[in-house]
């Protein structure tokens, strides 16, 4: 499941990095817990967490399916 997800996160991470801003995939548990880290514009962006819950997770729950929730650590 997580070569899914870090495939999926790369689908994600241009328009990220357009904004300055990156995320690194740190683990996935077999619950279908994922954890990030949000880099560069995105550590410090009042947005972070809309970002998180509905840019992020929502794109990951669409293409793994196995995804319950993603977590910023």
Partial sequence: MKEKVAT???KVRPFLQRDGGDVELIDVTEDGLVKVRL???C???PGATITLKQGIE???KQ???EVKEVVSV
């Fill in 8 to 10: 999926a996160l790369d």
């Fill in 43 to 45: 550590s410090g962006c």
């Fill in 58 to 60: 929502r794109l990951l």
């Fill in 39 to 41: 880099q560069g514009a």
């Fill in 63 to 65: 293409e793994v399916p």
